[in-house]
C-alpha cells in the first residue's frame, strides 16, 4: 500500500479525532488536554484505518464509518495511557514522547483513560450519520465486546497474571488473541457492518482480523527485541525488563518471522470472497509485517 494512501486516511482519522474529542479550553482542561496529549500525539492510526478500509471493501463509504474508526483510536489510545502506568508496565516514552503519567501524574492519567473510553462510547452514539442507527448500534457491541473481560482487558489481565512464567504458543496466542487481536478484529467488523456488509463479509473479514492482530503482536514482540527506541517511538526491551513471553523468547527470532509472514499469508486468503476489492486490505497486511515501528 502506498504511503500516500495510508496518509490520507490517516489525516481524516486525525481531523475527526481533533473534533471529537472535548476542547481543552472547556473544563476541566488538565483533562481534556491529557486526554489529546496521548489521543493526538501521533500514532500509526492502524485500527482506525482498518476501520475506514473494512467499510470500503463492502461498498459502503470510508466517511460513514470515521466516527467509528475515531471511536477505536480513543479506545486504543486509553489502552496505551493505561498499561504505561507504574502499576502495569511503568513505561516512560509511548510514540516518542513521554507517556501520559510522566507529564500529568498518575491519577490525570487513570481519568485521562477512563475519560477516552467514554468518549469513544459516546462518539458512536453522537455522530451516527443519518440512517445507520442500527448499524452503528451493532458496530458500538463489537467494540464493547472486544475491550470487555473477553477482550482486551481480559488479555491484559492473562498478560499480566503471566509475568514471570514460562508459556508456550497456544498460552501465549491466547493472549495475543485478546489483548491485541480483539480490537482490530473488532475495527474490521465494525466497518464493514457500517458498510452495509452481509454475513459472509463481516466472517471474511473477522478471519482477517484474527490472522492479522496475532501477525501484527508477533511483529511487535519482534520491533521490541530488535528496533531502536528512536524509531520504535517507546523503549526496546520491555518484554524481557518485565518478564514476559513473547515469540522470539519462545521459538527464536526467524521462526517468529515466518509465523508473521504465514499469519499475514493467511490474512490475505481470508479477502478471496471480496476479489479486487479486498486488495486494499491484503496491501495493507503486507505493509504491517514491513514495518520497522
Given amino acids: 500500500m502506498a504511503l500516500t494512501e495510508l496518509q490520507f486516511y490517516k489525516e481524516k482519522i486525525e481531523e475527526g479525532l481533533s473534533n471529537y474529542l472535548p476542547s481543552i479550553s472547556s473544563l476541566p482542561n488538565i483533562l481534556h488536554e491529557a486526554m489529546r496529549y496521548s489521543v493526538c500525539g501521533g500514532g500509526k492510526r492502524v485500527r482506525g484505518i482498518l476501520t475506514l478500509l473494512a467499510s470500503q471493501v463492502v461498498d459502503g463509504p470510508w466517511s460513514d464509518a470515521l466516527p467509528a474508526a475515531c471511536a477505536v483510536e480513543m479506545v486504543h489510545s486509553y489502552s496505551l495511557i493505561h498499561d504505561d502506568l507504574p502499576c502495569m508496565d511503568d513505561d516512560a516514552l509511548r510514540r516518542g514522547k513521554p507517556t501520559n503519567h510522566r507529564v500529568y501524574g498518575e491519577a490525570i492519567a487513570l481519568l485521562a483513560g477512563d475519560a477516552l473510553l467514554t468518549q469513544a462510547i459516546g462518539t458512536m452514539v453522537s455522530y451516527v450519520p443519518t440512517g445507520l442507527e ?19 482487558i481480559g488479555g491484559q489481565v492473562l498478560d499480566l497474571e503471566a509475568e514471570g512464567k514460562k508459556l508456550n504458543l497456544t498460552e501465549l496466542k491466547e493472549i495475543h488473541k485478546r489483548k491485541t487481536g480483539a480490537l482490530i478484529r473488532a475495527a474490521l467488523r465494525m466497518g464493514g457492518i457500517i458498510g452495509g456488509g452481509g454475513e459472509t463479509a463481516i466472517e471474511a473479514l473477522s478471519n482477517y482480523g484474527e490472522a492479522l492482530g496475532l501477525a501484527f503482536q508477533i511483529t511487535d514482540d519482534l520491533l521490541d527485541q530488535e528496533a531502536k527506541p528512536i524509531v520504535l517511538g517507546k523503549a526496546v526491551g520491555s518484554d524481557l525488563r518485565n518478564q514476559k513471553s ?44 514491513q514495518r520497522d515501528h
Fill in 246 to 289: 513473547t515469540y522470539p523468547g519462545i521459538v527464536g527470532t526467524d521462526e517468529s518471522h515466518r509465523l508473521a509472514a504465514l499469519e499475514v499469508d493467511k490474512a490475505c486468503r481470508a479477502l478471496h470472497p471480496f476479489g479486487e476489492k479486498g486488495r486494499l486490505l491484503w496491501r495493507f497486511a503486507e505493509y504491517l509485517l
Fill in 134 to 152: 442500527t448499524c452503528y448500534w451493532r458496530a458500538l457491541r463489537e467494540l464493547v465486546n472486544a475491550s470487555n473481560t473477553q477482550g482486551m
